[in-house]
T-cell receptor
Framework: QKEVEQNSGPLSVPEGAIASLNCTYSDRVSQSFFWYRQYSGKSPELIMSIYSNGDKEDGRFTAQLNKASQYVSLLIRDSQPSDSATYLCAVNGGLNQAGTALIFGKGTTLSVSS | DAGVTQSPTHLIKTRGQQVTLRCSPISGHKSVSWYQQVLGQGPQFIFQYYEKEERGRGNFPDRFSARQFPNYSSELNVNALLLGDSALYLC???????????FGPGTRLTVT
C-alpha cells in the first residue's frame, strides 16, 4: 500500500515567519512530487512540482526533495495570512498501471497570524 | 485560457440513485483523472483517462464508471449511491507531456 504521510497540524506561525511543511512517502520508485494548496471549500491548487533531489525555488516557496530519505518538504518564506490553508503533498510515478495517478497525504493545515 | 470546468457545482441525491458528473479539461490537455475527497482527507484516485482510453483505476467499487469523449471531456457515473459517497469529486487535467495535474472546482455531492 503506497502511502504519503503528513502531520495534520495545525501549524501556527506569525506573519513574516518561515513555515516548514513536511511529507514522507513509502514508494521508492516515485518520480514526481507536488505540493497543492487548498483553501477551505475550494479545490486543490498546484503551487510546486519537484522531480530531482535538491531544492527548487519559486518566489516565496521552496520545495526540497531527498529521495534517499523519501522526504519532501515545502518552505514558505515571509508567511502571510493569505497563506493560511491546507497544504497537500502528492506523489506519483510508481510502477503501476496508472503511473501518473497522484497519491495524496491528508494535508497539513497552516495558520498564519497577523 | 479557461481552466478545468466541472458541472454541476453541487448535487443532492438520495440513496440508491445514480449520478453523472462532467468535466472539461484545459484546452490542449488530453488526460483527465477523477478523484474523490471526503472531509479531512486528501483526494483519492478513482480513474485516469488518456486519449479516450482508461489508463488506471483506483480502489473503488464497480458502481463507479467513467468515460472520455473525442473532445477529451469526461463523465464520471456512480450507481446505487450510498451515504458514504458524499464527497467532493474532483477532475484533474494533464497535458501529455507533463505530470502536473490541474484541478477543476469540483462537484460537491451529498447523498441523503
Amino acid at each position: 500500500q503506497k502511502e504519503v504521510e503528513q502531520n495534520s497540524g495545525p501549524l501556527s506561525v506569525p506573519e513574516g515567519a518561515i513555515a516548514s511543511l513536511n511529507c514522507t512517502y513509502s514508494d521508492r520508485v516515485s518520480q514526481s512530487f507536488f505540493w497543492y494548496r487548498q483553501y477551505s471549500g475550494k479545490s486543490p491548487e498546484l503551487i510546486m512540482s519537484i522531480y530531482s533531489n535538491g531544492d527548487k525555488e519559486d518566489g516565496r516557496f521552496t520545495a526540497q526533495l531527498n529521495k534517499a530519505s523519501q522526504y519532501v518538504s515545502l518552505l514558505i518564506r515571509d508567511s502571510q495570512p493569505s497563506d493560511s490553508a491546507t497544504y497537500l503533498c502528492a506523489v506519483n510515478g510508481g510502477l503501476n498501471q496508472a503511473g501518473t495517478a497522484l497519491i495524496f497525504g491528508k494535508g497539513t493545515t497552516l495558520s498564519v497570524s497577523s | 485560457d479557461a481552466g478545468v470546468t466541472q458541472s454541476p457545482t453541487h448535487l443532492i441525491k438520495t440513496r440508491g440513485q445514480q449520478v453523472t458528473l462532467r468535466c472539461s479539461p484545459i484546452s490542449g490537455h488530453k488526460s483527465v483523472s477523477w478523484y474523490q475527497q471526503v472531509l479531512g482527507q486528501g483526494p483519492q484516485f478513482i480513474f485516469q483517462y488518456y486519449e479516450k482510453e482508461e489508463r488506471g483505476r483506483g480502489n473503488f467499487p464497480d458502481r463507479f464508471s467513467a468515460r472520455q469523449f473525442p473532445n477529451y471531456s469526461s463523465e464520471l457515473n456512480v450507481n446505487a449511491l450510498l451515504l458514504g459517497d458524499s464527497a467532493l469529486y474532483l477532475c484533474a487535467s494533464r497535458s501529455g507531456t507533463s505530470n502536473e495535474q490541474y484541478f477543476g472546482p469540483g462537484t460537491r455531492l451529498t447523498v441523503t
